[in-house]
């Protein structure tokens, strides 16, 4: 068969190990032909593509980014975009069509399938956010990274007795601050699913400085929010601030934390904004194999004849599903998670009448 | 609660981890008292103890080993062992036992369990061969350290055209070897769940080279094995040498088998044994994560009264199964995965009668 | 001898090596007794200390951040500290004192040795500015942080076609951008000792764009100035804004810089700003070489009566200089390296007529 | 002008680093044409080679190994080798030659040299041990590695109480055993530069015990040697194999040392060897550092009209002598490092009676 490939919305580490994987099963064990539209949906619009044989695939497992670039280019929000992606892939003789990408990206491959397009899906999506698989590769490889930094900024917090606040990815859920605040050991995390009280934040460090540990660290995901009614009211307000300059905000949630836990505890109080080093260069082992399963599994549902189809991870297994049900609803921290991370935090302070609440149990 | 906490058998990044959650959970939220007995169950018959306080486990989350160190005393072997612990553990006024180790470790556990000792277990070990349980702490970071050897040697093997065979840990099972082989991009893969025929390694070498690709890697699991009646007999009978020395072979089977492909195929192969590197260090944030987990949901068994339980992870829940139904049999890799390993191997070669069958599918 | 220690300033990678280092050869070698004093010289102001002996520093020499914890406090600014200062050394019974600290810090040691106080100084600087020593430890983990972001943000902006800014430590000097712009492949390189016209920026990465490459980095030192006269305007405004928040400022040079060049090509730009991780955890072996050499080079000078001098680095050997000759003025980026930078740059433009002159080069 | 470059030898993170630079210098600076020779020597005399322009070196600054690949081939060895190499440089119309590597190399360049060929030269080894230089790249990356080496097992040793035998590169000399061994916080240390007293390694780990500290790391260079009339005897005689198999030797240094030791102390003892992993992989940003500085300066070497010269380090500065001088003799590790060795190792046994001196001071 002569199947395209193509990446779409922001880079994860392990795109390039997926895209190895395809080729290489479908070429020994399928004998297929690869080409690789550039630049997402932009590439299959505008007919931007490359062969893609052993050649091309040689050596890139252990490479960050995509070999096939990547663009948030959305045929469906223009006129007549996805005609012209169906009349190229057409005119190319492309017979079937792996999609690597997240929500955004999917709804196109969605559309194109129900236009008649044989589409196979691999979720990609840093977060860990996509509903319908356990895990997506690249998160393991950004929560490495975060959970070294959070580890460096731990003996520099210490050695100044001071509060440092570790702004980690994650829009709409907090995976990445719950995986690598625990596992950097972090004094509170804070994340989308559940907003804090930045009283209550306040409460938990001073209690702490109480029992004589003099320093904390603070992870918070970027998409983290205060409740409405509590703490300062202007926080709120400079949360909302629209950010018009792309991911990293300036004046974002860790800079601003900073602040409020600063004026409200004393204590000297610094930010990190972690942002782009986190989705780049070379994947964990984990995210490897991941991505390399999910490969293999995408060229195997190709030959299955399983359109419209998504490979995902259930427990330890690949399977699939749907790409209509993968796209449908965000996948949020589990409440296990949650408990993990507030049962490693001093509560005793609650009997003492000054800790309410841990800050993410709201 | 008082309760005696315990590390025996081979040391695993994570296991301080593991004893940082179960003091943490148990001082904020039980209001436990704990003691770390020294040197695994030799702690215990010998009464060698030190309290573990909130001070004794701060900062420990991210270092490798064991705060109370490990051996490999067994005291079912020794006359009156297990009364001597039963007693001690009574005259020390220890309620409860949380065990961290491997099979031998947990079948005194069980044993104790059976003379009424209230039990709990956590299952360690670092070639993920416990059955049971899907993953044990410390095998991603083996898994991790694997993968960048494997990366190292890959720009030095180019460089010379060079064959290297790395031998990773896995006695046996091949868990770490096909997960760092994988992961790391190796061209043969070689586990002790199938015995290997050295021509046919030889073969895919050759086939490989005559594709024009100069250098390979191989990974060998230290407890892979050859098929009886293939090969060289000589190698067979040096395979049989009894170690005398320990977990790092003299003459292993990595040197071996280099020098076996070179003698077959006249490319020029070096060999590296990673040995205890593969266990020391600072755990990954997956194997930290999951530690956590296993530490936490230790010390609610103790308070659920579920003893003779070890906890386990199942998919992505953490659960508790018998102790007893952990210890009776090794869990080893998953067909799923070596097919996977098989999937990105160039097979042509058998259309033409070069290449019988891949080398660990025999 | 009794002698104290003392960590001053911010930390730095290295500082636990130098303390383990002057504390074992003082101890086997010299028979001496040390007493370590709390948070830099707050500690000798308000008699903060502990005890220094094997114990204290085991295992010390690969962790960042310091043992005897670091603070600004300059006695010399309060009103009888310095007096305060020898009166608790004379009463604690110190016979000589070791100072790990940069400009600031040094100076007191300066003045205490011009009051009679036995001090002998180990340089520490992580921008690597302080005159009369070629290196200081924590720069080479500094630039090793750096590099390591700066490869990751190559991968994702490759994949983006974009622009990504990355800020990195420098106040007044550009050591660590220089380093590890070049280690890392970085497009442009600005450094506070050549103020940059952000038109000569944004016309080399249009350059580079032209010849088909379409990501670019920019490695800028947060003390980076903007030329006067040159630009617009509204920058140098916005630079001139006092920071009163700290180290990392809100709005600093690198999401500034974005913002211009945004503006000025077209091209998707994102900042970076690394800030606090770049001073935090294990350094590397390079900087622990150093500061043992330098703790060992400390101690020796106590013995050898030259108090009043700082142990230097020239070439490869380890040597003194009296304290004031070093306090005295920055050390700037050589001219070799930023020749070395141009190198490696395009300059073919100028003949073009597009790049009158490389950005740093004003 | 037409340049060639070539690398010979032992690969080493760097050499990519190294071609780089003097390919981007040379075309952007001097216009000039380059191509590669493949295989060292080797592409010189068969008539290997690639051309090397912008596109060839894009992306290789971060990778190991050399894209031109290396050979240990010297023309010199046989019969009209030298001459061949001039025809084949004069008939491809190379005007001058970048040569990359060390001492066996080097002797090529230097009667290719005296031949009236247009030769450069840059220091290659990662044992750090060619004379006229200060470091060469590789060096440091290698350092690295040992010393992350030493940081793992340092963990597993304490959690055993065992002693720990890690085996570094060095045939001739010590600079990669002393820099990650006084790095690594290592208790012995063991030096081709000088032959030690079996038993007085196992008196140093003996009184280390008896001070309470129940583990041990010894690194030792591969080509660390015995004093004769010392020890078992039988020691001396296996040291005396002859390596059959290469770099890698079966029974080599370190297997054999932790025999001995727990023999002589009674203590359990493991070994690891690192060997090729210490050459793979990305540089460090010291050895791009380092490696692009030489890049630059040898290029333009060839400018300058400065042939039959080396590029090396004295202190911080980059300069060149003739390539003779370079070749002529082995650098060894200096009295100062090993006095620093020496400095941190607890020689109070002396005055017991116990040590007499210190391991690697006979």
Chains 1, 2, 3, 4 share one sequence.
């Not at 300036?250 to 610094?270: D, K």
Request: charged letters at 25%; a negative charge; hydrophobic letters at 40%.
């Amino acid at each position: 068969m002569k199947i395209g490939i193509l990446t779409g919305g922001g880079d994860c580490p392990g795109l390039n190990a997926v895209i190895r994987a395809v080729v290489r099963k479908g070429i020994f064990h399928y004998n297929d032909q690869f080409v690789g539209f550039l630049e997402g949906w932009r590439g299959v619009q505008e007919n931007m593509m490359r062969p893609l044989d052993m050649e091309a695939v040689a050596g890139i497992l252990p490479r960050g980014g995509t070999i096939l670039r990547s663009s948030r280019t959305n045929p469906a929000k223009k006129e007549r975009g996805l005609e012209q992606c169906i009349e190229n892939l057409n005119n190319n003789g492309i017979e079937a069509l792996v999609v690597l990408g997240g929500d955004d990206t999917q709804s196109v491959s969605q559309k194109l399938f129900e236009g008649g397009v044989k589409v196979v899906a691999v979720p990609k999506t840093i977060d860990n956010d996509l509903s319908g698989t356990d895990f997506c590769f690249g998160f393991d490889t950004a929560v490495m990274i975060a959970t070294e930094a959070i580890d460096r900024v731990h003996t520099t917090a210490e050695a100044h007795n001071r509060v440092i606040v570790v702004e980690v990815m994650g829009r709409d859920s907090g995976w990445i601050a719950i995986y690598s605040g625990i596992a950097g050991g972090a004094d509170v995390i804070l994340i989308p699913e559940r907003p804090f009280d930045i009283d209550d934040v306040a409460d938990v460090l001073k209690h702490r400085h109480d029992r004589g540990r003099f320093f904390s660290v603070v992870v918070v995901a970027e998409g983290a929010k205060m409740a409405r009614g509590t703490g300062s009211g202007s926080l709120v307000t400079e949360t909302d601030q629209v950010d018009d300059f792309g991911h990293v905000r300036l004046g974002g949630i860790g800079n601003m934390l900073a602040r409020e836990i600063e004026q409200r505890t004393g204590f000297e109080t610094r930010a990190v904004v972690l942002g782009h080093i986190q989705r780049g260069g070379s994947p964990t082992a984990f995210d490897r194999m991941l991505a390399t399963r999910y490969g293999v599994g995408a060229i195997d549902l190709v030959h299955e004849g399983k359109f419209g189809n998504m490979v995902v991870l259930r427990g330890n297994a690949i399977q699939s599903i749907p790409i209509i049900e993968a796209i449908s609803k965000t996948s949020y921290v589990s409440q296990e998670l949650i408990d993990v991370a507030l049962s490693l935090q001093d509560r005793r302070g609650e009997e003492r009448g000054g800790l309410k609440a841990a800050p993410h149990q709201r």
